[in-house]
């Protein structure tokens, strides 16, 4: 089995900055790609940043700009630098990864989820 616990989620005001952090353990062959994705009230899980193990991101174009995402391959973890944040940016964050697990004779490919993290922008 493979988890996935986020970290760093709070209150801050707008304009303020937030690191979120994503640490995956396990039983875990391989990372592929891993991403963040927000849940905001009333709202359906969106997708806010993506990068795959070589370091190609892909982001939402209501963060472009402002949120930027990052990986430590040695230490299994994604990291996501969130600036100039606004209230519109509330939400429950959610951390995702594509992992490989099995041996290399039989490998098996699925996603997992974390549990989130409350990101709340005051105005």
């Known amino acids: 089995q493979v988890q996935l616990e986020e970290s760093g989620g709070g209150l801050v005001q707008a304009g303020g900055s937030l690191r979120l952090s994503c640490a995956a353990s396990?039983?875990?062959?391989?990372?592929?790609?891993m991403g963040w994705y927000r849940q905001g009230p009333g709202n359906q899980r969106e997708l806010v940043a993506t990068?795959?193990?070589?370091?190609?991101?892909n982001y939402a174009d209501s963060v472009k700009g402002r949120f930027s995402i990052s990986r430590d391959n040695a230490a299994n973890t994604v990291y996501l630098q969130a600036n100039s944040l606004k209230p519109d940016d509330t939400a429950v964050y959610y951390c995702?990864?594509?992992?490989?697990?099995?041996?290399?004779?039989?490998?098996?490919?699925?996603?997992?989820w974390g549990r989130g993290t409350q990101v709340t922008v005051s105005s």
């Open positions: 995702n990864a594509e992992v490989l697990t099995g041996s290399i004779i039989s490998l098996t490919h699925r996603g997992y």
């Open positions: 396990g039983s875990i062959f391989r990372l592929n790609t």
């Open positions: 990068i795959t193990n070589s370091g190609s991101t």
